[in-house]
């Protein structure tokens, strides 16, 4: 039974500051804390949405001076971040202020530890591996999933064994999180279903997770009740700032459950899809969400029938078993609306790749807090049906 809590728990959040408008505070909060010269760190699409010019503008009103670092791609590698890395250190920069999605902020994350430590990305890797926290950070999210702007991870692909490599400590907690919900405006509708999706999920494996706590599972249900009734409406009505504002309330608080309950099975395989085969990140989560969650459901039955009574489906006086069968269809429903049809197969994943997927998925640190613990043949068969 899921019946494991923790008696002891804490619970660790940057300063947030949430509303339309909030990004033009970069420089206001780049000076508050004490910097002179920002590494402004983005990346190509959002530069080309007009972001970063709005924070760069917010920067020099403040009498900031900056250098801008936009070297960054979908799963960021080592190799970018020690370009970064390099161009802070040269350019005498004292503060890191980044704009963009989980790739841009992990990225900024790895930059400001490297900064702030000695040695390598690969010498942080794993759970409070980091001696002194990075630069004073502040981070502008500009899209509704990944979180990483208020979460204790940060996640770099190392191409050299083809893994992803996570930290996990409060070193990489940015100190403020401007969060304006204004940004989401310009994101496409694949990237706003993809990151809805990983909001989700981190909702979902952060209230069924072994470290769950009181505080991280209210966080976690609101997110879920938000995103079920708002991503596609959201997708559907891209310039409507009421449901773009509570997708970013509900990315918020599951990016705050999830930084302390931390997550489950369907991140550990979708860390070694991304690491392996280099698969997009939210679009892995939602398409393993429903396969992870049947798995699941005999260890975590009443946890599961709040979250499904969170996501609008009637449930009383039903079976558990009904309830597990309708959570799963309205799942794959609310996938499916949102635009995300593709199987695994559809990406190039084979059947033969399948048992190296598992292998790596199972050593994965989320798969430590997932309520049922698998084994190398339980993973394999999620993902072949995920196929
Ligand atoms: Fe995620």
Not at 202 to 222: F, K, M, N, P, R
Not at 276 to 301: I, K, R, S, T
Not at 340 to 356: A, N, P, Q, W
Request: proline share 5%.
């Amino acid at each position: 039974m899921h019946s494991r809590r923790p008696e002891l728990w804490k619970f660790v959040a940057p300063e947030v500051i949430f509303g339309v408008g909030a990004l033009h505070l970069a420089g206001q909060y780049g000076r508050n804390l004490g910097g002179s010269k920002a590494l402004v760190v983005s990346d190509p699409g959002v530069l080309a949405a007009g972001w970063v010019q709005q924070v760069l503008a917010s920067v020099e009103r403040a009498d900031l001076e900056s250098t801008l670092f936009t070297q960054v791609t979908p799963n960021p590698r080592i190799e970018e971040v020690a370009t970064g890395a390099v161009l802070y250190a040269e350019q005498g920069c004292d503060i890191i202020i980044v704009v963009g999605g989980g790739s841009a902020i992990d990225c900024a994350k790895c930059i400001g530890l490297l900064a702030a430590n000695q040695g390598g990305i690969r010498d942080f890797v794993g759970v409070d591996n980091v001696s002194a926290p990075m630069p004073p950070t502040i981070c502008i999210p500009t899209t509704a999933g990944t979180s990483a702007d208020v979460s204790q991870f940060a996640v770099i692909t190392d191409r050299e064994i083809n893994r992803k490599l996570l930290i996990i400590s409060k070193a990489v907690v940015p100190d403020i999180s401007l969060i304006d919900p204004t940004t989401l405006t310009t994101m496409d509708p694949f990237l706003a279903a993809c990151t809805g999706m990983d909001a989700l999920v981190h909702a979902v494996e952060a209230y069924v997770s072994l470290g769950h706590s009181s505080l991280t599972d209210i966080h976690a249900l609101q997110a879920i009740r938000l995103i079920s009734s708002n991503l596609q409406k959201s997708i559907a009505e891209p310039n409507n700032l009421e449901y773009r504002n509570n997708m970013m309330l509900a990315s918020l608080q599951a990016g705050l459950a999830f930084s302390n309950a931390s997550l489950g099975a369907v991140h550990a395989m979708a860390h070694s899809l991304g690491g392996l085969l280099d698969l997009p990140h939210g679009q892995c989560n939602a398409m393993l969400l429903d396969g992870v969650v049947d798995f699941n459901y005999g260890q975590a039955e009443q946890r599961y029938r709040n979250i499904a009574t969170a996501m609008g489906i009637e449930v009383d006086g039903l079976p558990s078993a009904e309830i597990r069968k309708r959570l799963l269809v309205e799942i794959r429903r609310l996938r499916e609306t949102a635009g995300i049809r593709d199987t695994l197969s559809r990406y190039g994943v084979h059947r033969t790749e399948v048992h190296e997927l598992a292998e790596i998925a199972l050593n994965d640190p989320c798969v430590v807090t997932n309520p049922r613990k698998p084994c190398q043949r339980d993973i394999e068969v999620i993902y072949e049906e995920s196929l």
